[in-house]
């Protein structure tokens, strides 16, 4: 049996969006939102929430089957790479896993069942990693990448050519921020990502990643939409 370690990430300091993990969206923090959908997967075995900040670990107390586990200083900067608090979580785990799934509180729309289809990819295709992607919009598609050269428009990648609809254009993928599934292997190796790394398409309605004061207030309006 697959054992997998659901953590929730929810660090003090954030440089876009000041105290952005305990903003409130739909009357509740977003780190809230993260427990919610971890809670709500079945394919994880126990949940750990990650935070160097005692307001932030107060927030598992509200919910049965999350750990909250203080995380040194020296894990919470900015330049601390995101292994790091994984590899403490797994010091203080309570069983084997054999994989962690990291998923994020900037991604409010995430739900259990893309949990699961992450992990799914993940085991199913035999990779080492997984992530959920959206696609990209039409109008941020790589081709139409550009850079400014004395005022002149120029190819980021390549020449765009006659090539503007959508339907002229190789389907594009993007890591939306919300669900990461590392096996022990690929932690081993020093990388969450480690290649192979499998991929779940998750609904873009679903893959907003909040990191400014204007996501925020977009994603307050797409859930009072949702809840009429």
């Given amino acids: 049996m697959v054992r997998v370690l659901g953590i929730v990430p929810a660090r003090s300091g954030s440089k876009r969006l000041?105290?952005?993990?305990?903003?409130?969206?739909?009357?509740?923090?977003?780190?809230?939102?993260?427990?919610?959908?971890?809670?709500?997967?079945?394919?994880l075995e126990g949940v750990i929430l990650s935070s160097d900040a005692p307001d932030l670990l107060a927030c598992a107390d509200a919910y049965a089957g999350v750990r909250a586990l203080e995380r040194p200083a020296e894990l919470s900067t900015d330049e601390a790479p995101a292994i790091g608090y994984v590899l403490h979580a797994l010091q203080h785990c309570r069983f084997t896993p054999d994989?962690?799934?990291?998923?994020?509180?900037?991604?409010?729309?995430t739900q259990g069942e893309d949990i699961d289809a992450t992990v799914e990819a993940l085991f199913a295709l035999g990779a080492l990693s997984s992530a959920s992607v959206c696609e990209v919009r039409h109008d941020l598609h790589p081709s139409k990448f550009k850079v400014l050269d004395q005022g002149m428009l120029k190819p980021y990648f390549e020449e765009e050519g006659n090539r503007r609809a959508h339907h002229e254009l190789r389907t594009a993928y993007v890591r939306n921020g919300s669900?990461?599934?590392?096996?022990?292997?690929?932690?081993?190796?020093?990388?969450?990502?480690?290649?192979?790394c499998a991929a779940y398409l998750m609904p873009?309605?679903?893959?907003?990643?909040?990191?400014?004061?204007?996501?925020?207030r977009f994603a307050e309006f797409l859930m009072q939409n949702q809840q009429r």
């Fill in 18 to 43: 000041v105290g952005k993990n305990l903003r409130t969206l739909a009357g509740k923090p977003l780190v809230c939102h993260a427990i919610e959908a971890a809670l709500a997967a079945k394919s």
């Fill in 99 to 109: 994989a962690v799934a990291i998923i994020q509180p900037s991604s409010p729309f």
């Fill in 179 to 196: 669900v990461y599934v590392s096996t022990i292997a690929a932690i081993k190796c020093g990388n969450l990502l480690e290649e192979p």
């Fill in 204 to 216: 873009n309605e679903r893959s907003l990643d909040i990191n400014s004061v204007q996501d925020l």
